[in-house]
């Protein structure tokens, strides 16, 4: 849920650019919208276009970190043994 909060925040453009516009003192200042800005009003191009890609590839690196930490990992031979004897303990 962490990286699905932080990668939505960083997402978020369109409530930004009708609500604030980034304003008071760029508070509420997104990267999404900092790509936008740079690109479209400061007519930047090429740094509103690495903006976006940065952040693209933040996260890319944020959902391959959180599929490693929850990968599915084999159980270990005590473990195991411990769930069956539990489970046989309480049926008899």
């Known amino acids: 849920m962490l990286t699905l909060g ?8 369109d409530q930004i650019y009708t609500g604030t516009r980034g304003a008071p003192s760029k508070t509420t200042l ?3 919208y900092l790509s936008y800005q740079t690109a479209f009003t400061n007519q930047e191009w090429g740094q509103g276009a690495a903006i976006a890609f940065i952040l693209f590839v933040i996260i890319v690196v944020f959902t391959l970190l ?11 031979r005590r473990r195991i043994r411990a769930y069956e004897m539990t489970t046989k303990g309480g049926a008899s």
């Open 66 to 76: 959180q599929r490693w930490v929850l990968r599915d990992r084999p159980v270990s």
């Open 6 to 13: 932080l990668i939505g925040s960083w997402q978020v453009f």
């Open 30 to 32: 997104t990267p999404a």
